[in-house]
T-cell receptor, first 108, second 116 residues
Framework: AQRVTQPEKLLSVFKGAPVELKCNYS??????LFWYVQYSRQRLQLLLR??SRESIKGFTADLNKGETSFHLKKPFAQEEDSAMYYC??????????FGTGTRLQVFP | GAVVSQHPSWVICKSGTSVKIECRSL??????MFWYRQFPKQSLMLMAT?????????EQGVEKDKFLINHASLTLSTLTVTSAHPEDSSFYIC????????????FGPGTRLTVL
């Protein structure tokens, strides 16, 4: 069965420090991975997807099929990056399974 | 664009009553809507997928008679929690996916249900 694992519940860094939020997946098919972000008191929104191979708000994520990982990275964290981040895997065409989320706290 | 609303944002009800939650796509037509449930400090769990004009598809372990889903139009889906019990208390979130090849899910703000 498909599974998404985010091992860290909380990640705290200081402003300007590099950030890596880990995500590992298990899926027998061809994976399509996403990162969603939820800022305080706001709804869940798409941050980026692996297919796009783009950088959004300075964040990037590379799909590593060998390690079944899709870690989210940013070289220099900003205070406004503080939020809840969810990694998600699409399966069966249009269903999403989410990881348990990682709360990123960026201190000034 | 691509805004999804939910109503109500929170609701408190007595055990045994039914509660209806609405999910609307405000500026696009949603061919498919999804209903999720989120317990405190846990992830979103997909409950069901609904396509306009057809019966919803429920995930394993989700009681279809308990959680009634209606997707009567391309902009509205409703989730009715029937005969609610305290264990149904949770955060219910909907998402909507548009047509024309769009595969992005846009999420509503969620509805907090508390059953006394």
């Amino acid at each position: 069965a498909q599974r998404v694992t985010q091992p860290e519940k909380l990640l705290s860094v200081f402003k300007g420090a590099p950030v890596e939020l880990k995500c590992n997946y298990s899926y027998s098919g061809s994976p399509e991975l996403f990162w969603y972000v939820q800022y305080s008191r706001q709804r869940l929104q798409l941050l980026l997807r692996h297919i796009s191979r783009e950088s959004i708000k300075g964040f990037t994520a590379d799909l590593n099929k060998g390690e079944t990982s899709f870690h989210l990275k940013k070289p220099f964290a900003q205070e406004e990056d503080s939020a809840m981040y969810y990694c998600a895997l699409r399966y069966n065409t249009d269903k999403l399974i989410f990881g348990t989320g990682t709360r990123l706290q960026v201190f000034p | 664009g691509a805004v999804v609303s939910q109503h109500p944002s929170w609701v408190i009800c007595k055990s045994g009553t039914s509660v209806k939650i609405e999910c609307r796509s405000l500026d696009f037509q949603a061919t498919t809507m999804f209903w999720y449930r989120q317990f405190p400090k846990q992830s979103l769990m997909l409950m069901a997928t609904s396509n306009e004009g057809s019966k919803a598809t429920y995930e394993q372990g989700v009681e279809k008679d308990k959680f009634l889903i209606n997707h009567a139009s391309l902009t509205l889906s409703t989730l009715t929690v029937t005969s609610a019990h305290p264990e149904d208390s949770s955060f219910y979130i909907c998402s909507a996916r548009g047509g024309s090849g769009s595969d992005t899910q846009y999420f509503g703000p969620g509805t907090r249900l508390t059953v006394l």
